[in-house]
């Protein structure tokens, strides 16, 4: 193969065989992941220029990074776009670059060597063919919608053309990716290879050009333009019962473009090009990608450890112990459980076995998962742990006597962890040797479904054993929250007011329904009284115990009394609600509420963080809101408590809560807190 001398380029290389077929490798400068930068595309659109008087026999685009074809366009970008106006130029640019590709009088084949999402993808879809590498993870994915927009350079419409309305929809309105597999039977791409043949697979095509992928015979009377509005229909139904438009347009976009437009080149790549750079000025979008940054900053907390934790010893195999130990299983760590007897530990191997049949579809793979998950009633697994969490009942006495025993069998290199979820860690560790090396590992229920995880440190905790902390959490998929060691640390700190405001509205005659749509309304992926009852009413008393002694706040009288009568919520079947195969039986909303109740269920949680950032209980602004987001579904759309109370105005949100205080008592009382927002 010879070097293309002409020109130098910074972020792509050229290189041309003795075919004649043009190796297009791109290699991001200064970046570990390949994305389409404005220059990144420019430099593109300059090497394919000459290729339409003077084209190559063919031209093959790779990666020249081990990490993945290209992830999508420079989100970074996003932010500095100002107007609509800005946005699809930018857009344009990368539409008349794929455009090029598409036209060029030669075959082209894009080889995918691991991610191609977004932009990347719609790079592969412009190109006659594809090959991917064999990966057995989904890497094919279309995830704009996760950002409040939609594909840009074209995806709308080739998706469409290539594998037909019903699969295109899939990949666009989910924003889930795929594996190469599903991608070769939906004809996404036109072959799997090696990486010892992946260019004899790309030049083989070059040669031989075969037919190119289309759409399936049925997708092509779907897009029949007297056919599509009953499909509209029942897209528009399957996205009104994940998102309301009001809260994430995009999907509404991607429906509404396919009906007016039918993928249709003449008119539906401009009409894309509007439509995103409408979505990327919105504010759902804007704070979309900024949730995206903010889930970057948990994962890029603490510095690199100087030893990983392969071995993990839990202690307490209830719920939330049990679950910790599975789902530690799971990512692939050593885990032996402990309880009081076998009675106590097997229900929770036999949760941790439907986990892995759930997660795992490799026979092989499962088996290694379950070999990895052992019985430990007498606590041998102590002796050899790098990690031993704690997650017994929350009850102070009787952690520090299991504390008192632990210490005496841990390996001085280990960590000590509790899952406390509102205990200081001063009053449980004053029984430790070592108080310095102890730490909250706090999970959330369900762990197999929610990705925070905080780390609870004291104002002496070993800088290297937070590390060692934070390192456990990325390394089982988790995001961690450094957080100070304070009652109900973050998430069940904001989340008390919230909920205890819940049974408020109900004392005055709201229907339980009723409250909870209206938290939904506001973009809550779950109402209070369903959260009350989905985490447990025996939890949620103990919780306010805690937090009520702490901060002077009235216990709901009504928790305990659910809880003397074994009313615990989803796990007993009963609690404000009935529950049936993990579900709540509601009655309609009737829609009888206040006008204040939205404010009156809200503002609560949003004073009380920013009473957190006030005290210090994480470092700052944007580590609180990913806090709240990620560990209580906190709408994202809406960027966190912090950021929607700058959108909607500080002074503001101060007014309404002096006001709602004079009608409802000094539980609405603005937190000092505000004026360092002002």
């Known amino acids: 193969m010879t070097r293309n001398t002409d020109h130098t380029y910074k972020h792509w290389r050229v290189d041309t065989d003795a075919s004649k077929v043009a190796w297009l490798c791109i290699d991001k ?48 970008e996003f932010t500095t776009i100002k107007t609509a106006d800005e946005g699809y130029r930018l857009i344009r640019l990368g539409q008349q670059v794929m455009d090029a590709i598409e036209a060029l009088p030669c075959p082209s084949v894009a080889v995918i060597n691991g991610f191609a999402l977004g932009g990347g993808l719609e790079l592969a879809l412009a190109c006659n063919y594809r090959i991917a590498i064999r990966n057995d993870k989904p890497i094919l994915g279309l995830p704009e919608v996760q950002l409040g927009i939609h594909p840009g350079f074209g995806g709308t419409v080739r998706a469409v053309r290539i594998i037909g309305v019903r699969a295109a929809m899939q990949l666009m309105l989910t924003g889930q990716s795929i594996t190469v597999d599903k991608a070769l039977r939906q004809k996404l791409i036109d072959g799997i290879t090696t990486d010892a043949d992946w260019r004899l697979a790309a030049a083989e095509l070059i040669r031989a050009r075969p037919r190119m992928a289309s759409a399936p015979f049925v997708d092509r009377l779907l897009n029949l333009p007297f056919v599509r509005p009953f499909i509209v229909r029942m897209l528009r139904k399957q996205v009104r019962a994940k998102a309301r438009p009001d809260h994430y347009p995009a999907p509404y976009a991607i429906v509404r473009l396919w009906s007016r437009h039918g993928a249709s080149a003449k008119t539906a790549y401009e009409a894309e090009a509007r439509s995103i750079a409408e979505l990327m000025c919105g504010s759902t979008s804007r704070n979309l990608v900024r949730v995206f940054f903010l889930q970057n900053r948990l994962k890029s907390q603490g510095e690199k450890p100087a030893t990983k934790i392969r071995r993990v010893h839990v202690v307490g195999a209830g719920v939330m112990g049990g679950d910790i130990a599975a789902w530690c299983a799971l990512r692939g760590l050593e885990v032996t ?28 793979e499962r088996t290694a998962a379950v070999s990895r998950l052992r019985a430990d009633v007498a606590g041998d697994g102590v002796a050899d742990a790098d990690l031993v969490i704690e997650a017994i009942f929350e009850n102070p006495e009787a952690k520090q006597q299991l504390y008192q025993k632990l210490q005496e069998r841990m390996p001085d290199s280990a960590v000590l962890a509790t899952n406390t979820s509102s205990i200081r860690l001063e009053s449980l560790r004053s029984v430790l040797k070592r108080p310095q090396r102890f730490i909250g590992l706090h999970f959330f229920n369900p762990v197999s479904v929610l990705p925070l995880v905080e780390v609870i440190r004291c104002k002496d905790t070993e800088r290297a054993v937070l590390d060692a902390g934070f390192a456990f959490v990325k390394a089982i998929g988790k995001f961690p929250l450094e957080c100070a060691s304070s009652p109900g640390f973050v998430v069940n700190r904001v989340l008390a007011p919230y909920m205890a405001e819940a049974m408020h509205l109900a004392e005055s005659g709201i229907a339980f329904v009723d409250i909870d749509r209206t938290a939904e309304d ?22 306010s115990k805690v937090l009520g002694a702490e901060y002077g706040r009235p216990v709901p009288a009504r928790l305990a009394e659910m809880v003397e009568r074994g009313q615990l919520g989803r796990k007993s079947g009963q609690g404000f609600y009935k529950w049936a195969d993990g579900k709540a039986i509601k009655p309609p909303a009737s829609g009888k509420v206040p006008d204040d109740a939205m404010d009156r269920l809200m503002l609560p949680l949003i004073n009380e963080a920013v009473a957190c950032l006030h005290e210090g209980i994480v470092a700052d602004a944007d580590l609180l809101d990913a806090g709240v987001i ?39 009382r603005p937190h000092v807190g505000w004026a360092q927002l002002r």
Do not use: W
């Open 522 to 543: 506001f973009g809550m992926p779950m109402g209070p009284v369903e959260l009350v009852d989905s985490v447990g009413i025996d939890v949620a008393l103990h919780v």
């Open 337 to 364: 459980l402990q309880d009081r007897a076998d009675e106590y530990v097997q229900p929770a191997m036999q949760r941790a076995q439907k986990l892995f049949d759930k997660k795992l579809r490799d026979p092989g």
């Open 29 to 76: 400068a200064d970046g570990s992941a390949n994305v389409l930068s404005g220059p990144v595309l420019r430099e593109l659109a300059d090497i394919i220029e000459p290729f339409r008087e003077t084209p190559p026999s063919g031209i093959v685009f790779h990666s020249g990074k081990q990490n993945g074809f290209v992830m999508g366009a420079d989100i970074n």
């Open 630 to 668: 990620f560990g209580t579904g906190f709408a994202p759309f809406r960027g966190g408590p912090i950021q929607y109370a700058r959108d909607r105005g500080p002074a503001e949100i101060e007014r309404v809560l002096l006001d709602l205080s004079k009608r409802y008592g000094e539980r609405f």
